[in-house]
């Protein structure tokens, strides 16, 4: 009969108060793993954001607000860039060092969600978290893909298509037609051209899943049909969303460029294009990675350590509720105590027996927070992901859970030392006397 | 077997007084023999158990053991020597309510450094009649069963001596007699020496050694 045997029968023995006290620490512990899975896949989506190319080339201004406003379509557009810069890069001085630049252009939306105006290589060539390609409902090599329907073509300036978690709250499914309107909120003026669905994308846990891509030959031209003197004033009045003043090639603009470079050296190249753009007048090149890394870092960074300061405060308080649990035992159990010592059980091995029970109560507790914890993202991640489009599945396990288990053996220790303690110093001969 | 020498033993109460409760000059147990210790209500009889066994220590004097001085030994050691060679049974039963009767027993070696003979365990369970009630918890049992479940997990380590303090004592009449031989008889099979403590003439004579613990308790004389 080990000590661990001999600790958990005291447990069963009061197992109301015994599972309360587990019960407690659970909660503790699901509070903890909640924050970190989901801090975890945040960070993780957040940093995913700007993987898939090197540069992105937008107006002056802030960068900061260019990379939220191209990436995460956050916040309103520096402003325009001219689409002869575009030109440049795929044709012009800077095409030897550039592999692929997408335009994108902004200002419209349709039930909140951005329309961006793009090209068909937008989810052709480019990639997202690195290597997945984008999916409608077949995938390049002709197997089912994970959306519907399919790409837009290049030739069709009307066609749209849905990032996953737009078509779901929209409700715009594949031959179905909307009205994107002027600027990012409700109220805007609605264009009389409907664009025509013919694709969803399939989840990417990305914020292109949060977004309507139409065709960028639609996006200019729905300015083009409607160039009355009212609509003007009222592109006027939105700086920095693409537009095509009466069908003029010249003075055709873009809100920005996704930027891949050339291999074998895509870093030195992209350091050469930003160099030359970022000395002319009129853009700007960043590195959505670096951005990025410094916007999460200075404002979500810091609240990772509030959200853990938090949950790791609330397993301390568990831990003690521990503590205080078996330490109020004491009273009833010093009784038990003595009989052990009196059969011949050391010190030693009673102070051991209790630190079992506390460590066997953590653990307890530790799993029922795993299983609570990972159980909550699971039931939620469907709401999470059309909310959000951040992906967050049941196991989605983050490596510092690796040390909830050390710590909580950590903990548990401490908090059951006292009443160990306790048990240490229990008077044999007294407590015999003192029948219970 | 058991040689007790000018031991002491003095209690501080709350008013700072000093109380004498034990002094003992020469008292001898031999091996096998079965010695029931009589005396008068707080006259010292479970305080010299508890030197003997080791869980109090005296002020001073000597108590051995076979060769064993367990008054010289350190609080660890005299642990394991109490777990390996001497068997306790309470008045009051102290049998641990979380664990099965054949857990109780086994608890007992469990503490002792030799190996757990469940071989054993249940071997003595079945001596004192309860083969069938193995994987009953104390609470599941009735007075009398948990005073058998006592001594066969008093028995457990085959010890060399055996304290009893009123084993009978808070045993219904029936069971009284029954519980009585059964000690007897498991110490005489194992020849383990038997020192038990009472206040019932009915025990008391059945033994041929009868010590009075005022006759060789020098403290409970002036008391």
Redesign the interface.
């Known amino acids: ?1 080990s000590l661990w045997k ?1 600790a958990w ?2 447990i ?2 009061r197992a109301f108060v015994s599972g309360l006290t587990a019960l407690s620490m659970g909660l503790g512990v699901a509070l903890v793993v909640s924050v970190l899975v989901v801090y975890g896949v945040v960070a993780q989506s957040f940093h995913r954001g700007g993987e898939g190319y090197d540069l992105i080339i937008g107006a002056k201004g802030g960068k900061e607000q260019l990379v939220l406003n191209t990436v995460f379509y956050l916040s309103e557009p520096v402003g325009n860039i001219p689409y002869s810069l575009y030109e440049d890069l795929t044709d012009g001085k800077l095409a030897p060092y550039v592999d692929l630049a997408i335009p994108v252009c902004m200002g419209h939306s349709y039930q909140g969600f951005r329309v961006v105006g793009t090209v068909p290589e937008m989810f052709t060539e480019l990639k997202y978290r690195g290597d997945q390609s984008y999916e409608f409902g077949q995938t390049a090599d002709g197997r089912p893909g994970g959306g519907k329907g399919e790409n837009f073509k290049s030739e069709n300036p009307f066609d749209a298509v849905m990032g996953s978690t737009a078509a779901v709250r929209t409700h715009l499914q594949v031959g179905e037609e909307f009205q994107a309107v002027h600027g990012s909120g409700e109220g805007g003026h609605v264009h009389q051209q409907r664009f025509h669905v013919v694709g969803v994308l399939a989840p990417t846990g990305t914020p292109v899943d949060r977004a309507i891509f139409v065709n960028m030959k639609g996006f200019f031209e729905i300015h083009g049909m409607e160039g009355t003197a009212a609509h003007k004033e009222h592109a006027g009045a939105h700086e920095g969303h693409g537009v095509h003043d009466e069908h003029d090639e010249e003075a055709k603009q873009i809100t920005a460029i996704l930027v891949c470079c050339k291999q074998p050296n895509p870093s030195r190249f992209a350091d050469v294009v930003a160099g030359v753009i970022n000395k002319g007048p009129t853009a700007q090149a960043v590195q959505p990675i670096r951005v990025i890394a410094d916007l999460f870092e200075g404002i979500v960074g810091k609240l990772e350590w509030v959200l853990l300061g938090m949950a790791v405060l609330t397993v301390i308080v568990a831990g003690i509720s521990i503590m205080v649990s078996i330490y109020n035992s004491m009273s009833d159990r010093r ?2 105590i003595a ?11 009673v102070m051991v027996i209790i630190l079992l029970e506390s460590i066997l109560l953590s653990l307890l507790g530790g799993g029922l927070g795993l299983l609570l914890g990972h159980g909550m993202i699971g039931a939620c991640s469907s709401v999470i992901v059309n909310w959000t489009g951040v992906d967050i599945g049941l196991l989605q396990f983050q490596k510092i859970e690796l040390f909830l288990v050390p710590g909580l053996l950590l903990l548990a220790s401490a908090v059951g030392y006292l009443p160990a303690l306790a048990a240490y110093r229990t008077d ?2 007294q407590s ?2 003192n ?2 | 077997m058991l040689h007790l020498r000018e031991l002491k033993k003095t209690f501080r109460q709350p008013d700072g007084t000093e109380l004498h409760v034990l002094d003992i000059a020469d008292y001898h147990v031999g091996a096998g023999e079965q010695v029931v210790m009589v005396g008068e209500s707080g006259c010292g009889k479970t305080t010299l158990l508890h030197v003997i066994a080791g869980i109090s220590r005296p002020d001073s004097g000597k108590v051995r053991v076979d060769d064993w001085e367990i008054t010289l030994m350190p609080e660890a050691e005299c642990d394991c020597f109490r777990a390996e060679r001497i068997g306790y049974v309470f008045q009051t039963f102290n049998l641990l309510p979380g664990f099965t009767a054949l857990e109780n027993v086994l608890l007992s070696m469990r503490f002792s450094r030799r190996r757990l003979d469940k071989h054993r365990a249940r071997q003595l369970l079945t001596r004192v009649g309860l083969s069938h009630r193995m994987t009953h918890r104390p609470t599941m049992l009735s007075v009398g069963e948990q005073q058998r479940v006592a001594v066969a997990r008093a028995l457990a380590n085959k010890p060399k001596l055996l304290l009893a303090d009123e084993p009978t004592a808070n045993v219904d009449a029936g069971n009284q007699q029954h519980i009585l031989d059964l000690i007897r008889e498991t110490c005489k099979e194992e020849n383990v020496a038997l020192i038990m403590v009472t206040h019932s003439q009915e025990v008391a004579k059945q033994f041929s050694r009868i010590d009075r613990l005022q006759e060789f308790n020098r403290a409970a004389v002036h008391q």
């Open positions: 009969m001999i029968r005291s069963q023995q009784h038990e009989v052990m010592r009196a059969l011949g059980a050391r010190r030693v091995t044999v001969a015999l006397t029948t219970p």
